[in-house]
């Protein structure tokens, strides 16, 4: 992440002298990798050199939930999905500390939990539509489920609808990012392999996308 923070800040192809960039996180900050805590932390410290937005994911939502309940179904949906690292990444292995929400709110801390309860759900700049999923075709934003832009998959990825926006969305991994008419993907975690994608939007120039990875 910080590699790719440096690309959009050096970035070249930008004018120099332009607006100052926005980055749009798009969610799953957790459960990730072994560094969940740490990528929390420098979200949340943000930079000098652009503005930042991050987005709710269904990683952290799930996370979330596991702070209101010991249910065991609920926990074991998290932990069995990344879960179990996050912990780890925050000195709070699951052994110690069970399906206790108190132990994780201990963990995470009331700054981090404070900064998660209130990221929202989507983010518009003119024509683009930030969210972590995608959004239901069809359907007003302002009637859209949070639910369903934190999973929805097919019944999103497989229109052609025109959204009256085009939707940039994480969430569903592919090998390369995907550049459609109605939609951009830039979910591309398991590609060449764990690659970070971000998309350079601008109302003068075509998405460019830019990456970095284990091997480049």
């Given at each position: 992440m910080e590699r790719l923070y440096a690309r959009i800040v050096q970035d070249p192809v930008r004018e120099a002298g332009g607006p100052r960039p926005v980055v749009v996180h798009l969610g799953d900050y957790v459960d990730r990798g072994p560094d969940s805590g740490k990528v929390l932390d420098r979200i949340i410290a943000g930079s000098d050199a652009f503005d930042s937005v991050a987005l709710l994911g269904n990683h952290e939502d799930m996370m979330l939930e596991c702070?209101?309940?010991?249910?065991?179904?609920?926990?074991?949906?998290?932990?069995?999905?990344?879960?179990?690292?996050?912990?780890?990444?925050?000195?709070?292995?699951?052994?110690?500390?069970?399906?206790d929400p108190a132990a994780l709110a201990w963990a995470l801390g009331e700054d981090r939990i404070a900064w998660l309860r209130n990221l929202p759900i989507h983010h518009q700049i003119d024509g683009y539509l930030?969210?972590?999923?995608?959004?239901?075709?069809?359907?007003p934003l302002t009637e859209q489920k949070t639910k369903d832009m934190l999973w929805i998959r097919r019944r999103f990825l497989d229109s052609e609808a025109d959204h009256g926006v085009v939707v940039v969305h994480g969430h569903t991994r592919t090998f390369e990012p995907e550049l459609l008419p109605n939609r951009i993907g830039i979910d591309t975690g398991l590609g060449r392999p764990r690659t970070l994608t971000a998309v350079a939007l601008s109302?003068?120039?075509a998405p460019r996308f830019l990456q970095v990875s284990e091997q480049a």
């Amino acid at each position: 992440m910080e590699r790719l923070y440096a690309r959009i800040v050096q970035d070249p192809v930008r004018e120099a002298g332009g607006p100052r960039p926005v980055v749009v996180h798009l969610g799953d900050y957790v459960d990730r990798g072994p560094d969940s805590g740490k990528v929390l932390d420098r979200i949340i410290a943000g930079s000098d050199a652009f503005d930042s937005v991050a987005l709710l994911g269904n990683h952290e939502d799930m996370m979330l939930e596991c702070l209101e309940t010991d249910d065991p179904d609920v926990w074991d949906s998290w932990l069995d999905n990344g879960g179990d690292a996050t912990l780890a990444s925050l000195d709070a292995p699951v052994e110690r500390i069970g399906y206790d929400p108190a132990a994780l709110a201990w963990a995470l801390g009331e700054d981090r939990i404070a900064w998660l309860r209130n990221l929202p759900i989507h983010h518009q700049i003119d024509g683009y539509l930030f969210v972590h999923a995608g959004i239901v075709p069809g359907v007003p934003l302002t009637e859209q489920k949070t639910k369903d832009m934190l999973w929805i998959r097919r019944r999103f990825l497989d229109s052609e609808a025109d959204h009256g926006v085009v939707v940039v969305h994480g969430h569903t991994r592919t090998f390369e990012p995907e550049l459609l008419p109605n939609r951009i993907g830039i979910d591309t975690g398991l590609g060449r392999p764990r690659t970070l994608t971000a998309v350079a939007l601008s109302a003068s120039a075509a998405p460019r996308f830019l990456q970095v990875s284990e091997q480049a």
